[in-house]
């Protein structure tokens, strides 16, 4: 059943999600780390709107449709885990400090929100033109990414990259636009001097990687947006699910990210679920296996819970 809605409704979603954003980003101006505690005080932020709001859903609509937007909100939660351990993977392979992702992903989920608009507008026929192809490619990239990070933990040491000219997006991506070799701080654009010496505007390694951190939320739009129009057909209801599965999404990543930093067997755990979430994707592409998203909640969950487990307990002294 798809229920009617007014623009002051639509009008007052958009208010509240604006107001939303500019707190979370004026609590979030300094370049620095984002501590779980404040991770977790934001997450608790967001679930709490998402409850707010399905809670008027219900006063003004009745259960049926409340029932719908907590399935919806739910089933995206749960389609997002992956993305999560994906964000991972790109920051790494960027070399992207702590300090500065909060902004690509505040800004991330800025172009998401519009992403996920065009995707609901769209419907499933975006998938049928460039799905399989896109999640290919993107599968051997997180393959990629986690057989990187397993290396970088044998090493010992975490590769810091000053001069990224040989990385791979800086290489592929300026082909097209001027690209500059080095972050310059927090900035996604920077004047720089060309080959003839006029200082002309370049993108910064961080806006590359703010790019294919868009990139992965319309891969993973590629099976949430169709996963929930099979629930609902109501466009009022699957964007409003899909934005506060969203904007809590980042705040899951920086407590996943702080117990990374304290729990010592953490990133192995995070290098494993990378490898499952690869292999998982490739073998959904050539129709091998379909993983269902339960069973594939249930993997990551249990892997987590095991990096935690044998992180808590005392490491064997030295003889």
Same mark, same amino acid.
């Given at each position: ?5 007014? %623009?002051?409704? %639509?009008?007052? @979603? /958009?208010?509240? *999600?604006?107001?939303?954003?500019? /707190?979370?980003?004026?609590? =979030? ?8 505690? #404040?991770?977790?005080?934001?997450? /608790? ?15 003004? @609509? ?20 992956? #993305?999560?351990?994906?964000? &991972?993977?790109?920051?790494?392979? @960027? ?6 992702? =909060? ?49 970088? &933990? =044998? ?5 810091? *990259? %000053? ?17 500059? #070799? ?26 590359? /990687? ?8 319309? &891969? @993973? ?20 699910? #899909? ?37 998982? &994707? ?12 339960? *069973? ?24």
């Amino acid at each position: 059943m798809v229920v009617e809605h007014s %623009v002051t409704e %639509v009008v007052l @979603f /958009c208010v509240l *999600i604006i107001v939303c954003l500019w /707190c979370d980003l004026h609590a =979030h101006q300094a370049d620095k780390p984002v501590s779980a505690r #404040n991770a977790a005080i934001w997450s /608790c932020i967001w679930v709490g709107l998402a409850l707010v709001f399905a809670g008027y859903i219900g006063y003004s @609509f009745g259960s049926e449709q409340v029932q719908l937007f907590l399935t919806g909100y739910l089933l995206e939660k749960s389609l997002s885990v992956d #993305n999560l351990f994906v964000i &991972m993977a790109i920051f790494s392979s @960027f070399a992207v400090k702590d300090a500065f992702q =909060h902004r690509v992903l505040y800004y991330g989920v800025l172009g998401a929100l519009v992403l996920r608009l065009i995707f609901v507008a769209a419907g499933s026929s975006l998938v049928a033109m460039f799905g399989p192809y896109a999640l290919a490619s993107f599968g051997i990239f997180v393959l990629w990414t986690a057989w990187k990070m397993w290396q970088s &933990m =044998h090493s010992g040491e975490k590769e810091e *990259i %000053v001069d990224y000219s040989e990385h791979w997006a800086v290489r592929y991506t300026k082909r097209f636009i001027p690209v500059h #070799n080095q972050l310059s701080g927090h900035d996604f654009f920077v004047k720089a001097p060309d080959t003839t010496g006029k200082l002309i505007w370049k993108a910064t390694p961080l806006f590359l /990687c703010l790019f294919v951190v868009e990139v992965s939320d319309v &891969m @993973f739009a590629f099976d949430s947006v169709p996963a929930i129009i099979a629930v609902t057909h109501d466009p009022f209801l699957v964007y409003t699910s #899909n934005v506060f599965a969203i904007l809590g999404l980042r705040s899951m990543y920086f407590l996943l990210a702080a117990g990374k930093r304290y729990l010592r067997h953490l990133e192995k755990s995070v290098v494993i679920i990378l490898a499952y979430i690869g292999v998982k &994707m490739l073998l959904d592409v050539v129709g091998i296996v379909h993983i269902s998203p339960l *069973i594939s909640l249930g993997v990551v969950i249990g892997l987590l819970a095991i990096g935690i487990l044998a992180s808590l307990l005392p490491e064997k002294s030295a003889k």
